[in-house]
């Protein structure tokens, strides 16, 4: 039986369910700024580590296993486009079909890399890991008011973890009952 998964209904349940109030995406949007302003560098640490694991590196390596530097820069832009866009914390459609389409294009074999396979889902959960501990970091290093700082960085971690499931949509959908 093939199901279809209202990722919209999904996500805004999850919202719910861990309590991502108003306040917190005004916490996430006021604190984007700070985000953005690190964002290139966080993405070339997030490469710089994903070239240290062989099953993450072969996607982003030539065939004499050397870093390929117009694929790591074509996936660093992707990256920075969906932190620009978690950062802006939209509760739209656009917003979850983006991230469904996402895990589509991790999970599914692309023409740019033949007989690769499936991005590990190990390694999305890492990066998202990633951004939450970095994210954490540099709120607690830029925001003078720690209870500010904890607040928003609270927020930012029910926003990341609510946006995993979508991210992973494609990995699961034939585990997953609406």
């Known amino acids: 039986m093939n199901h279809v998964i209202d990722w919209s209904a999904r996500f805004a349940e999850t919202l719910d369910f861990v309590g991502l109030s108003d306040e917190d995406r005004q916490l996430i949007k006021a604190s984007s700024p700070l985000l953005m302003a690190r964002a290139s560098s966080l993405t070339d640490s997030v490469y710089d580590r994903l070239l240290q694991y062989p099953q993450a590196r072969k996607f982003f390596v030539t065939?004499?296993?050397?870093?390929?530097?117009?694929?790591?820069?074509?996936?660093?832009?992707?990256?920075?486009?969906?932190?620009?866009?978690?950062?802006?914390?939209?509760?739209?459609?656009g917003f979850v079909r983006f991230l469904v389409g996402t895990s589509q294009m991790h999970r599914h074999i692309s023409i740019h890399r033949p007989g690769l396979g499936a991005v590990p889902p190990r390694f999305i959960i890492g990066i998202i890991s990633f951004f939450q501990t970095a994210i954490s970091d540099l709120l607690h290093q830029q925001m003078t008011e720690t209870d500010l700082a904890r607040c928003t960085s609270i927020a930012w971690n029910k926003w990341l973890m609510a946006g995993l499931e979508p991210l992973l949509a494609s990995y699961m959908e034939s585990d997953l009952e609406d």
Request: aromatic share 4%.
């Open 63 to 93: 065939d004499n296993d050397e870093p390929d530097p117009k694929r790591i820069e074509a996936n660093k832009q992707t990256m920075l486009s969906w932190l620009r866009a978690t950062a802006a914390a939209p509760l739209n459609d």
